[in-house]
């Protein structure tokens, strides 16, 4: 079981994403600024971005993430559908994981269940 | 070679243009000196010439340019002075050099600036499709993923067929808006490249595509490691695989890969459909080339074969398509990547 922070701002994929991470337990936030908050508080295992979002986009967030070093660690899954080759190159500095929509319920657990591995000393 | 001319002109638009005025420069300065020469003081050609030169240099007048034009003229005048001296050049045929000039001047800057105005064009093109495309990609992702949540729950077999159909079609309407976007840009997005079990890819890039009866048969040797763009590799064979299945209908389709002497891997995409005329394959990987079906009209958006000849080659492979466009012999569509050992 993990603990996820999800940002994005489309309904559809706030409940479609907590559906797709059953059990683990998920906060979504609707925006950049309200995921930093929500970041802060819950200190999860692992963010998932969305890199167009209002307020405060996807790599904004996570130049944040970055320049706190409590924060700083914790891996990020960015999240796009734009599918363009400069997405990938900018979530690449945040030695992060990248999906291109549409995903699927499994790429996305394999991804964590990796991270998760990872975090409790295993190897991938 | 026109093309790398356009995309050179594109690069240094500057320079062109410079080269274009002195070009023209050239060429009305060497036909002034001429006909100051043949008709030196001849009143009523020079009149002529002068009047012309007013109306087309009005019927073409960009308006906008203007500031530009005026620097030149200035160094045009005074070139031409140097040149031809105030006691060899009548007032006449100072007007014509400088009408002329200013004319080459403004149809060279109108020609750059229509080129301008399409290169704005085709980037307003290519921002519009990657916003579709975007906008496309979310709800498609709502379909895909709860189509795979229902799979998870416990339906009945039947239940079970309609939803591997619907998935079907959602992986079709995601290749589709992959080649759109891949087909977008000007410039060919470089590979990312990475070294894979080819196998495996051709696996995921086919997969859901077994159902409405086609028969897509794999048998690609286990032992081919590749260093290519993974994600690219699973679109070209699908690409591929997915245009043998609209041609050979439910006859039956081999992908098989294997991996030659020199070092590089082959996958073939062989139908049983009805081959191709041999007049139609050069134009085959052209952008937008459709192939009209023996019992209807073409279908599809043409882009295919045109992103599956730019992503191989980008990945230094090959892409070649055999067919002797006989009824039932089929075709075969075969395509090389380096192999990582």
């Known amino acids: 079981m ?8 489309e309904k559809m994929m ?12 998920i906060h979504i936030a609707s925006d950049g600024v309200e995921g930093l908050k929500m970041i802060e508080r819950t200190r999860p295992d692992v963010i998932l971005l969305d890199i167009s979002m209002p307020r405060c986009d996807g790599f904004e967030l996570a130049r944040a993430l970055k320049a706190n070093p409590s924060l700083a660690n914790i891996p990020i899954i960015f999240i796009t559908g734009f599918g363009q080759k400069d997405d990938e190159k900018e979530s690449a500095k945040y030695s992060s994981f990248y999906l291109m929509k549409p995903f699927g319920a499994y790429d996305l657990r394999t991804i964590i269940s990796m991270i998760l591995l990872k975090s409790t000393g295993g190897t991938i | 070679m026109m093309k790398r001319f356009a995309l050179s002109m594109r690069k240094w638009p500057l320079f062109y243009r410079f080269l274009c005025v002195i070009l023209s420069f050239v060429i009305l300065e060497s036909l002034v000196i001429f006909v100051n020469l043949t008709h030196g003081g001849d009143r009523g050609i020079a009149t002529i010439l002068l009047l012309s030169g007013i109306l087309a240099a009005w019927l073409l007048k960009p308006i906008k340019a203007f500031a530009i034009d005026i620097c ?14 105030y006691s060899f050049v009548v007032p006449y045929a100072i007007s014509i050099g400088v009408v002329t000039d200013l004319l080459a001047v403004w149809c060279f800057v109108t020609l750059i600036k229509a080129m301008d105005a399409i290169r704005e064009l085709s980037q307003v093109k290519e921002q519009f499709l990657a916003n579709i495309n975007h906008e496309m990609r979310t709800p498609l992702m709502g379909v895909m993923g709860h189509l795979e949540l229902l799979e998870e729950t416990d339906a009945s077999e039947e239940q079970r067929e309609l939803l591997r159909h619907a ?11 992959n080649n759109i976007l891949c087909a977008a840009p000007v410039d060919v997005p470089p590979p990312h490249i990475q070294t894979f079990q080819l196998r495996q890819a051709v696996h995921d890039g086919l997969n859901c595509i077994n159902v409405l009866g086609c028969q897509v048969h794999i048998d690609v040797d286990l032992d081919i490691i ?4 993974r994600a690219q590799v699973c679109q070209v064979v699908r690409n591929l695989v997915s245009n043998a299945i609209k041609y050979a209908g439910e006859k039956p389709v081999l992908v098989s890969g294997w991996k030659r002497e020199s070092g590089e891997a082959v996958v073939c995409i062989q139908d049983r459909g009805p081959g191709i005329p041999a007049e139609l394959l050069p134009s085959l990987f052209q952008k937008f080339s459709r192939l009209a079906y023996a019992d209807g009209p073409a279908r599809g958006i043409g882009l295919g074969l045109y992103i599956c000849k730019r992503f191989v080659e980008n990945m230094r492979g090959r892409i070649w398509v055999e067919s002797s466009g006989v009824e039932g012999e089929g075709s075969a569509f075969c395509f090389t990547l380096p192999c990582a050992l």
């Open chain 2, 226 to 229: 590749v260093s290519a763009d």
């Open chain 1, 14 to 25: 706030q409940e479609l994403i907590r559906r797709f991470l059953r059990p683990h337990e």
């Open chain 1, 2 to 9: 993990a603990k996820v922070v999800f940002c994005e701002d």
């Open chain 2, 167 to 177: 998935n079907y079609c959602g992986k079709e309407l995601e290749r589709l808006i």
């Open chain 2, 72 to 85: 030149f003229l200035v160094c045009f005048i005074t070139i031409h002075i140097l040149l031809n001296g």
